[in-house]
């Protein structure tokens, strides 16, 4: 087995609570392909977990709420690599990036604030500058 999957600190999803199937993938492989089970599809049945908190169970719900099947269970497939041992670690991987990121706390709300009174200055003087320059053009060229 892959080792643990771990969400974020000291969070790690059980095995027991992690469904793996197998299929026939397309792809690389050659006759290989037609004969062996190596696409991966890991089921977590993210609703009934008991693994994550309930805060961050309710976060991840409403963020990954559009890749739930059956608004509860999400799945992940991989079938990149020929041998299944790759694509199991390969779904588990996924698996963990994307509780991480669903379980990550919100980002901090930005607070206005006003520029200071030398910024203010030096882009006045800035534009007024401009403005001279482009006014001494003008009255080199007579218009």
Do not use: Y
Not at 43 to 59: G, H, I, N, T, Y
């Amino acid at each position: 087995m892959p080792e643990p999957i771990r969400v974020r600190g000291s969070v790690v999803v059980p095995d027991a609570e992690l469904v793996w199937r197998f299929s026939r993938s397309s792809g690389p492989g050659g006759q290989h392909v037609n004969t062996s089970d190596t696409q991966v599809e890991l089921c977590f049945d993210l609703a009934a977990s008991s693994a994550l908190p309930e805060v961050w169970k309710q976060r991840a719900l409403e963020r990954l709420a559009s890749r739930l099947v059956d608004g509860r269970v999400l799945v992940v497939k991989a079938s990149e690599h020929r041998s299944q041992w790759r694509n199991r670690e390969v779904a588990a991987a996924r698996l963990a990036a994307l509780l991480g990121e669903a379980t990550a706390p919100p980002p901090k709300t930005r607070r206005a604030t006003k520029p200071s009174k030398g910024m203010v200055e030096r882009r006045l003087f800035s534009k007024r500058h401009r403005s001279e320059l482009k006014q001494g053009r003008r009255l080199q060229r007579g218009e």
